[in-house]
């Protein structure tokens, strides 16, 4: 679904609070965030009472980001997926360069960057350029180029551009894992086809699943990301990339505040399938699953929410093989436990062989294996 069209529904599951549907909306890319402010830290001492341990000294932000923004701008490209007939030619002319820059006719306009400068590989969001006749990216220096689909996962929402030119290479990528609650992130994209915007804001946390996205993980921020960020780069403080900006979530009101943005683990993993086979290789279960409602956990007679709780079950999917049922709490996969939701999505990126895999769930008042032979 592409960044500038309406925003879609998702149901909210009245005993956990999480977005689920009616109450809520995805909105590519489309945010109402603002730029959080660093507050005052006030020490408070006492002799009555023993020393606290010793916590991290407070990180103030930069007086300015540009120069931890080097590294992430060099990576950063506009893409721009336009609905007319284009040749490599055209798209060299003043005037299309104008018009496809604004956007005036770019059916999709999103963000991308730079993963391998030697094979010209940019990633992106599949939801920028999808059902795209002809694809242009603006590079950093400002050439425009006509590029081509190698491959793209829907699901996940990442797809992988070729571009016949040798690129400078990206600068190294960072860790998404090192990301805490907190921590300054910026994002470099084309928000309503204002070139190379920056927008910064702080992570909200980490590690967050949403049932319909099965295996994908997110990174939460109050970016205000707007439509012509999806695809882009997510920055740390140092400038490293460390996940690709996809969209935002919506409150019933229109209230915003919520980004999302993939893991550049998760990204580069699906990319290397896209590179390498022009599709993704690795099994799917099949099946939407969640936290465990803290009301599920009570009628269940569970002292802990812990596991990732299933709900639809695709019709021939491998979940339906394997013989789980809606309202099953998955607790364990091939031996790993599973805590969560999140457990379970990282297990299952992990995934690749069907044969020999087992599920633990608890159904009912008992717990069970299931095997997948």
């Known amino acids: ?130 059902g795209s006749q002809r694809i242009a990216v603006r590079l950093p220096d400002r050439r425009i180029v006509a590029a081509t689909l190698v491959g793209e996962d829907e699901m996940a929402d990442i797809a992988l551009l070729r571009v016949p030119l040798v690129l400078p290479e990206p600068p190294p990528q960072g860790r998404s894992a090192a990301l805490r609650p907190g921590d300054w992130v910026l994002a470099v994209g084309e928000p309503y086809g204002l ?32 439509p012509g960020n999806s695809g882009g780069p997510l920055l740390d403080g140092s400038g490293a990339i460390v996940g690709m900006n996809t969209r935002t979530v919506v409150g019933s009101e229109g209230s915003g505040g919520v980004s999302l943005s993939i893991p550049i683990e ?25 936290d465990v409602a803290p009301f599920v956990a009570l009628d269940a007679r569970r002292a802990y929410a812990s596991g990732a709780r299933v709900g639809e079950v695709g019709p021939d999917s491998l979940a339906e093989r394997i013989g789980l049922q809606a309202g099953d709490i998955i607790v364990g996969m091939n031996g790993r436990p599973i805590g969560h939701s999140g457990d379970l999505a990282r297990a299952l990126l992990a995934w690749r062989s069907v044969s020999g895999t087992t599920l633990t769930v608890f159904r009912g008042q008992a717990y069970l294996e299931l095997r997948l032979q």
């Not at 920056?198 to 707007?226: C, P």
Request: glycine share 12%; hydrophobic share 45%.
């Open 1 to 130: 679904m592409p960044g500038v069209r309406p925003v879609h529904e998702q149901p909210r599951s009245a005993a956990s609070g999480r977005v689920s549907g009616a109450k809520a909306r995805w909105r590519r890319t489309a945010g109402a965030a603002a730029l959080a402010a660093a507050g005052a830290s006030v020490l408070l001492t006492s002799c009555a009472h023993p020393k606290a341990p010793d916590a991290d000294p407070p990180r103030l932000p930069p007086a300015s980001f540009a120069p931890a923004l080097r590294q992430g701008l060099s990576a950063a490209v506009g893409v721009f997926g336009v609905g007319l007939e284009y040749s490599a030619a055209e798209l060299q002319t003043p005037e299309v360069r104008r018009r496809v820059g604004a956007g005036r006719v770019a059916d999709r306009i999103g963000a991308g960057f730079v993963i391998s400068g030697a094979e010209g590989l940019i990633v992106t969001a599949s939801h920028a350029v999808a």
């Open 195 to 226: 070139n190379r915007s920056v927008v910064a804001g702080i992570v909200g946390g980490t590690d967050r699943h949403f049932a319909e996205d099965q295996e994908l993980l997110f990174i939460q921020s109050d970016l205000a990301l707007n």
């Open 266 to 290: 998760i990204v580069m993993q699906i990319v290397g399938e896209l590179r390498d086979q022009g599709h993704v290789a690795r099994p799917r279960l099949g099946a939407e699953f969640d």
